[in-house]
């Protein structure tokens, strides 16, 4: 039961270097997001997606890219890499609306 | 646009003691859920403690219990005989009828 696996781990990026960061579960959520975490900011939406074919904008999403081909995978891009990107994301995806979130190891990110 | 606000970057609490974090939240949905999630240093993400806002009952599960305010969107988290392990981040969250977003945080030091 492997839940939400993400990857990679740990990641060093140069400033305008692409890449997607990777999310996949295995519960049949409809329900999948990604998160970035920064001291004192807390966990902030970046986009999220109710159901395969659907995605939206959370509260930061400049910059960032998702798409929802399956119910199982939710990739973020980052088009061009910025030192502000640096951070923790998280992949989190859960079923019902009551339901709690299943997060993720984490990637933390360095873009230099 | 929903908010969480945590207006205690940090709190300290003795060992044994109680201790109540504060949770505001903005909305304008009537029907919605709160949770408060536990980080600790592992990064892992934790559930606390969930909250219908239909229900008024106040959730509770064995040391933690929560004030749930609906009229001043209020949902603060009561931790009872406060144990070392207790010490983590801890973040409060909203879901509404579609995405889920995160407070600050609010780091929780136990001391012996």
């Known amino acids: 039961n492997a839940g939400v696996t993400q990857t990679p781990k740990f990641q060093v990026l140069k400033t305008g270097q692409s890449m997607t960061l990777q999310c996949a579960q295995d519960?049949?959520?409809?329900?999948m997001s990604w998160y970035r975490q920064d001291p004192g900011m807390g966990l902030r939406l970046i986009h999220y997606s109710v159901g395969a074919g659907i995605t939206d904008q959370g509260e930061v999403p400049n910059g960032y890219n998702v798409s929802r081909s399956t119910t199982e995978d939710f990739p973020l891009r980052l088009l061009s890499a910025a030192p502000s990107q640096t951070s923790v994301y998280f992949c989190?995806?859960?079923?019902?609306?009551?339901?709690?979130?299943?997060f993720g190891n984490g990637t933390r990110l360095t873009v230099t | 646009a929903q908010t969480v606000t945590q207006s205690q970057p940090e709190m300290s609490v003795q060992e044994a003691e109680t201790v109540t974090l504060s949770c505001t939240y903005d909305t304008s949905e009537s029907d919605y859920y709160l949770f408060w999630y536990k980080q600790p240093p592992s990064r892992q993400m934790i559930l606390v403690i969930r909250q219908e806002a239909y229900k008024q009952q106040n959730a509770t599960e064995n040391r933690f219990s929560v004030n749930f305010q609906k009229a001043a969107k209020s949902f603060s988290l009561k931790i009872s005989d406060s144990q070392l392990g207790d010490a983590a981040m801890y973040f409060c969250?909203?879901?509404?009828?579609?995405?889920?977003?995160f407070g600050a945080g609010t780091i929780l030091r136990v001391k012996s």
């Open positions: 519960m049949n959520h409809e329900y």
């Open positions: 989190a995806s859960c079923g019902t609306a009551n339901s709690p979130l299943h």
């Open positions: 969250a909203y879901r509404g009828s579609d995405k889920l977003v």
